[in-house]
């Protein structure tokens, strides 16, 4: 007779995570550390909506290479399409475009928050994530990029890295593309052809770049890419620039002279390290914290001069012992095209933008969580049905001492109170039964000894009967018996 | 010849806000503090993410007299639909069904971020707004309501509310259900009604509800609500149950007995309000923070016992005089249904919600900004072209000396780098022209006494020839100039 009701599967939608406890912790730290160095050199925090108009989004999507990479778009009551961002530079330059009259120039601003990519999901891919950028727009020199990198370096060392332990590399796309007429193959898609081709030193190796400067690649899979038809000289020349690296900045810059010729473009790319190198050894940024790097190219096909990419070298490894290659946690350069999508003016622009989750993963495996795991918690059991208020009021009296402190408030006997404590990563329990009432006295428990003993124990009996992790104090003594436990436990 | 490129048009979706500096710092400040709070209360972060599937996400949303409000929804390439959170409760249950077995119970966790509703954009009335919230989930007992009621205490007074400046109304929805049995109108449909006539007490009146608790009303606009056809008798029972607020805790249960009568739904509420009071008395959450109030039914349907809501007392005037009503900036309540949608199986769970984006608005107009606006911003003036590495460097020196600090790398000359400084709030310029290199000297400018002797002056000539709000100084001495300047500013 009756109608069985309708039961959703609790699922998570594919591609998506839910992410918990340290994990956001650390993200949330790196993600402070960062708004606070930009707010000291004078960035103004901006939050953009999730949403902006389909056409003033545009695509500018980073790697052109997945055309089926796309947004998520819906359409309004009133026709109009809708799509969440997939970066915060599009919506930055909307909103300067929109705001352009009224905003101070150069504007400054920061942005931490999600985006959104319409991707294919896959093992460590997903459709959001966060991303913290800052930008100054209206500033066309190479102090401005400078600035940036500097920024960029400083966020690194904010967040407890210590220097050598990073990197950023800095590059000018217009240095490659003097390169490129100084070998006459600069015409726009072999110029594209030869960007992908460096953007993949990394994991191809010369080999593999050599034969995409040419004739092309076959991969793996069987997969054909087509090359950039340069010559035997005009590849030897890409390689030998892009093997530019090494040496101080100023020696980057002297082998790359000849290589760039006579091309104008390429000697303003040159012109822009050059003033780039002056500022960051002015303000004390060295070369072991930015360095220049022509294999920089950057996958994204705005950036018009400098780019930049911050590397984490540090080392870690995972539980077998095999290394963690952390690799890019974030990036940028000048893009002086954006606003003008909107206004037809040039708006010269900057900025740089950190892989939040990505980078806090890795701060996570090098042990720098900074204060997310700060404070020890101690649970109050529930010993006595009806007794809750004093829990409670114990909770808080441990949290005026400086704990995180929480009085269990679910329902369960002793053992699966202290079950759930020991899951929480609590450093102690306190318990106060009918016979620490009648006597006015609590019983501290050490969960970590209490741990270590159990896996040690043989004898039942004699363990319920000593209980050699716990003691019971008077109730003007519970509180430094609990802070006892935590100092052991540090 | 050319063909015109397309040219979008910059503008911000409606219903959306773009926002910056004071009010995201705000937002900023109340969310680190709300979270430090839980944190400290032995709760743990959880970020689910935007998208839901829309058949797990179900459609809870607050108001029922408003059908078309809905959410954002798309089709993913699979067929399934995806649709945009509206709050963090759905979310939560979803991820409680998800994890059942997993989690451990009761499990705590906050959650701070934006939520979307798909509503028709008015003034004031957004299409993205943050919430931030708190539940225990798996945790049947009164004891957990009253540890909600005074964590949203204590997060009103770690921003700088002082007591009595806030407060947290309580009611338990089965002490209105026990009336309504008592007087024999406890079918679902007309309860709903009664629970929406008395959710408007406040913008009503008594008369306004007395009208919809019976035969219905007539609004402004000519519009007829029907009303809950309850009788005379009837009208009055609720209206004394409403109006029963006022003295004690305990002397709000002792005036509500009566008109339960025998009802043991309303028994039930009056126990739990009964424990709660106990409890808050117990951790010292007097009644000036957690009073009860029967009139507080919140609109949310699934709400199964006790409902909160935290409200701002605090008196400030808009710049006309007229005084800023700031009214509830938050919510909760107890809801034992919401995972059950998914199991089957009842899982109790409480929590609350504050409003992040009315609570900072309220917050900003209190000057309750927190550390917002801490630093001074000092701005570097470039006063010779290709002197930026020096300006970048001095820039450095202010913010190793405590301040917020930038140097200019926009163009433009003196008097609109000045403007530029004045209109990003800084207090004061510092100038190295050619003359002050030469000399090995800074000058210094006060941007603020500035601004009010430019107010006074008459004499243009005199002005530039005095400076009387500048002064130049020895490199070794100028950072001391710039603190003075800064100290009296403050």
Known sequence: MSKKPFRPKARRPRGFEDRTGTTLRVERHLIERASKVYDEWGFEPLMTPAFEY??????????????????????????????????????????????FQELNKPYRRYQAGDVWRNEKPGPGRFRQFVQCDADTVGAASAAADAEMIALAAEVMRSVGLKDGDYVVRVNDRRVLDGVLESIG????????????????????????????????????????????????????????FLGATGGSREDVIARLEPLVGASETGKAGLAALAE???????????????????????????????????????QATYEDGQPIRFGSVGGGGRYDDLVARFTGQAVPATGFSFGVSRFAAALSALGLTGEAEDKSL?????????????????????????????????????????????????VAAV?????????????????????????????????????????????????????RISARNR
């Open 431 to 483: 318990i106060v039964g009918s016979d620490e009432r009648e006597q006015g006295r609590v019983t501290v428990k050490d969960l970590k000894l209490g741990a270590r003993l159990a896996a040690d124990i043989t004898d039942n009996r004699q363990w319920r009967e000593e209980q050699p992790a716990q003691e019971t104090v008077s109730r003007d003594a519970w509180i430094d018996a609990v802070a």
């Open 276 to 314: 780039i190198a002056a500022v960051l050894s002015n303000i004390g940024v060295g070369e072991d914290r930015a360095l220049f790097d022509p294999s920089v190219v950057r996958g994204l096909g705005y950036y018009t001069g400098p780019v930049f990419e911050a590397e984490l070298l540090a």
């Open 54 to 99: 389909a056409d003033a989004l545009g695509k500018f999507l980073p790697d052109e290479e997945r055309p089926n990479e796309g947004v998520f778009a819906l359409e309004d009551d009133d026709g109009q399409w809708l799509s969440l961002r997939y970066d915060h530079t599009a919506p930055l330059a909307r909103f300067v475009a929109e705001n």
């Open 378 to 426: 101690v649970v109050v059991v529930a010993a006595e049905k009806d007794r809750s208020a004093d829990y409670l009021a114990m909770a808080a009296d441990l949290r005026a001492a400086g704990f995180r402190a929480e009085a269990f408030v679910g329902s369960g006997n002793m053992g699966k109170q202290m079950k759930y404590a020991d899951r929480r990563g609590a």
């Open 185 to 240: 193959a600069a015409e726009p898609e072999r110029r594209m052809r030869v960007l992908r081709a460096a953007d993949k030193l990394d994991r191809l190796g010369r080999d593999g770049v050599a034969a995409l400067l040419g004739e092309g690649r076959k991969d793996e899979s069987g997969d054909f890419t087509e090359g950039a038809r340069l010559d035997a000289a005009g590849i030897d020349t890409v390689l030998a």
